[in-house]
């Protein structure tokens, strides 16, 4: 079955003590990205990959960390949690950047991540 | 900036009532415009989308038509289901273009009770 995989799907953790969320998609896909969704304030990128080895910041990325070693994996890292990064956090892939824009984007289940 | 500007909910209706979600956006070319929804404990799934001015999206019942000189792109169903509960999201891309991305709505929450 295709889809994206976000683990773990909840956590909570305390300010400073690192972590990573993961993410995996088995449909060979190029394009990824992660997303953070808050009330009032919608989905907001955090970083983009269009490819192994390249990725990029979008809107909010400060704080966050991701890397793109293999086309199927994209974890998001938070090197120092603080509570301000406690939300709702998205993985979503596409075959290429113009697919994601044009016509679907897939996501995962989400990470419900607090940090006291 | 491209921007989208979505009615703050939640919205709640009666089944098989007629459902009204406004989205108006803001963008400098010729975006595609899309809805999202998505259901509890469950990631965004597309549900509609319109590729150019006139165009209309439909799946399971929703529409939604893209209007260039209004800048809105509104989702309707002419009758909900309790099953149609869920966050809806509207969105916005330039295709790929200097964006590299879609631009979400703050979401809207429909209740449906029986």
């Known amino acids: 079955e295709a889809q994206v995989t976000q683990n773990p799907r909840y956590l909570i953790t305390v300010t400073g003590k690192k972590l990573t969320v993961t993410c995996s998609q088995n449909m060979n896909h190029e394009y990824m990205s992660w997303y953070r969704q808050d009330p009032g304030l919608g989905l907001r990128q955090i970083y983009y990959s269009m490819n192994v080895e390249v990725t990029d910041k979008g809107d909010v990325p400060e704080g966050y960390k991701v890397s793109r070693k293999e086309k199927r994996n994209f974890p998001l890292i938070l090197e120092s949690p603080s509570p301000n990064q406690t939300s709702l956090y998205f993985c979503?892939?596409?075959?290429?950047?113009?697919?994601?824009?044009?016509?679907?984007?897939?996501f995962g289940s989400g990470t419900q991540l607090s940090v006291l | 900036g491209d921007s989208v500007t979505q009615m703050e909910g939640p919205v709640t209706l009666s089944e098989e009532a007629f459902l009204t979600i406004n989205c108006t956006y803001t963008a400098t070319g010729y975006p595609s415009l899309f809805w999202y929804v998505q259901y509890p404990g469950e990631g965004l799934q597309l549900l509609l989308k319109?590729?150019?001015?006139?165009d209309k999206g439909s799946n399971k019942g929703f529409e939604a038509t893209y209007r260039k000189e209004t800048t809105s792109f509104h989702l309707e169903k002419g009758s909900v289901q309790v099953s149609d509960s869920a966050v809806y999201f509207c969105a916005l891309s330039d295709g790929g273009g200097a964006t590299n991305k879609l631009i979400f709505g703050t979401g809207t929450l429909l209740a449906v009770q029986p």
């Open positions: 979503a892939s596409s075959l290429n950047l113009w697919l994601a824009t044009n016509e679907k984007l897939f």
């Open positions: 319109a590729t150019k001015a006139d």
